[in-house]
Every structure is written in structure tokens, then in C-alpha cells.
């Protein structure tokens, strides 16, 4: 079994929910016992650390939401998928791919990933170097916290009621 949480459910508020609901969260932390890999895309991670499954673990997800993952005691990676024992976490939605040929490496073999990325014709070339907050500038930076300013605060403070459930200091 694997578990795969996506974090941008319904424009991101379905993160919000699922991360105070206490049955998805029970769920997932018994799913989580047996899995061979419990995985997650963009603040899918903000998830599985709600429900206690990141803690110990280096994780990835979207770069506005990195100090909540750690707020939540997760050791936050910057790089677009983290690999670390039997949790594999993306970045970004565009991560999300990268995160899929890493799965699907782990799962079928690199010969079959790489089949998957040319079927895919995953090459890719941006035509602006603005896809992480270190290259994009402040500027960018600030128009696009402004821009997420609703979701990036609702989230926070799910984080910070679930920070103190899990006994973290937030």
C-alpha cells in the first residue's frame, strides 16, 4: 500500500479542513502503520504532519508553507521532492511531477520512469527564472503571499491548533 495526500484540494481549503478533521487524521495514522511508502505533493505534507506522520522526517512542500511544516516539527527540505526513508514529499504542483517519476522509479524502475517522463515529454524549460522564492525575487515574493494571503493564514492557523495538539512549540 502507499498513501498519496495531495494538498491542493478545492483552491487549498480542503487542506485546511482535512488537517482539523479527526477522523481523516485517525485514518491516515493507522493507514500509516503498514504502508511501504506514505507520500504527499504541495501542502499534502501539511497534512501528514498534522496527523503525526512527518515528524522525524525531512519533508518538502510548497515554499509558503514551509515554516508551518515546521511549526509542526518536521525538518523542511528545500529541494522539489524529499526523499527520506519510506516518505517521499513534493514541492510545488509542478514538483508534482518530479515527485511522480521519483514514485514511479521507486515502484516499477528507472527504465519505466524514464519511458513515463518521455511519454509525458517532460523537458523542462521555463522562460522565467521565477519558479522558487530564492530565484523569483522579493518582489514576486510579496505579490504572490498578497495574492495567497486568505489560504496562507487560514492554514496557519490550523497549523498553530495542531502544533499545540501534537505537544509542538509553536
Known sequence: MIIVIVGWVDRAIGQVEMMQDIEVL???RQQGKT????????TGSLILAAAGLLQGYRAACHWAFRDQLAMLGVEVGTERVVVDRDRI???????G???GLVLAGKLC???????????????P??????????????IVVE????????????????????????????
Not at 35 to 42: E, Q
Not at 150 to 161: C, G, H, M, N, Y
Open 97 to 99: 511531477i518530479d515527485f
Open 89 to 95: 514529499t513534493g514541492g510545488g504542483v509542478t514538483a
Open 143 to 170: 505579490q504572490v503571499k498578497e495574492f495567497g494571503k486568505q489560504l496562507i493564514e487560514a492554514s496557519l492557523e490550523a497549523t498553530k491548533k495542531r502544533a499545540i495538539v501534537l505537544g509542538m512549540n509553536s
Open 109 to 123: 524502475g528507472e527504465e519505466t520512469a524514464k519511458m513515463i517522463q518521455l511519454l509525458l515529454e517532460y523537458n
Open 35 to 42: 504502508p511501504k511508502y506514505i507520500t504527499s505533493v504541495c
Open 26 to 28: 485517525d485514518f491516515l
Open 125 to 138: 524549460a521555463p522562460p522565467f527564472n521565477a519558479g522558487s522564492p530564492e530565484s523569483a525575487g522579493e
